[in-house]
């Protein structure tokens, strides 16, 4: 909820730790579903899979931020540099999991990024 309705709210340095968040959501979630092996199974993978989307809407919005940036000429874009690299190395571990459609989901996101938003980081 809080990628999808207040990503614009908060400021740069605070997207360091949503990716934290994000990236440990999986293991929380599914740390509180022990009932039955098959329904923890599943929710793994829907957590994992909610992970991958959240990253592409944090990329997403961080690369309009970026781009309002460097029109308006201002400096102190290296710390834009440093949330990419968090973004696009989570990505990669999800993208080496043991579940195909976790992996292909991965790289379909950061093939995505990557075509929309590569410009950026070039």
Same mark, same amino acid.
């Given at each position: 909820?809080?990628?999808?309705?207040?990503?614009?709210?908060?400021?740069?340095?605070?997207?360091?730790?949503?990716?934290?968040?994000?990236? =440990? &959501? *999986?293991?929380?979630?599914? =740390? *509180?579903? %022990?009932? &039955?092996?098959?329904?923890?199974?599943? $929710? +793994? !993978?829907?957590?994992?899979?909610?992970?991958?989307?959240? &990253? #592409?809407?944090?990329? +997403?919005?961080? $690369?309009?931020?970026? +781009?309002?940036?460097?029109? *308006?000429? *201002?400096? /102190?874009?290296? /710390?834009?540099?440093?949330? #990419?690299? @968090?973004?696009? %190395? %989570?990505?990669?571990? &999800? $993208?080496? +999991?043991?579940?195909?459609?976790? %992996?292909?989901? $991965?790289?379909?996101?950061?093939? !995505?990024?990557?075509?929309?938003?590569?410009?950026? @980081?070039?």
């Amino acid at each position: 909820m809080i990628i999808n309705d207040y990503l614009q709210e908060i400021g740069i340095t605070s997207v360091k730790i949503l990716i934290s968040v994000t990236e =440990n &959501f *999986k293991k929380i979630s599914c =740390n *509180k579903i %022990r009932l &039955f092996e098959a329904l923890k199974i599943l $929710a +793994d !993978n829907n957590m994992s899979y909610q992970s991958v989307g959240m &990253f #592409w809407k944090i990329g +997403d919005y961080l $690369a309009k931020v970026q +781009d309002q940036e460097q029109k *308006k000429g *201002k400096e /102190g874009m290296e /710390g834009f540099d440093e949330v #990419w690299l @968090l973004i696009l %190395r %989570r990505l990669t571990t &999800f $993208a080496s +999991d043991e579940h195909s459609e976790l %992996r292909t989901s $991965a790289i379909h996101t950061l093939t !995505n990024l990557m075509v929309h938003h590569g410009y950026i @980081l070039g």
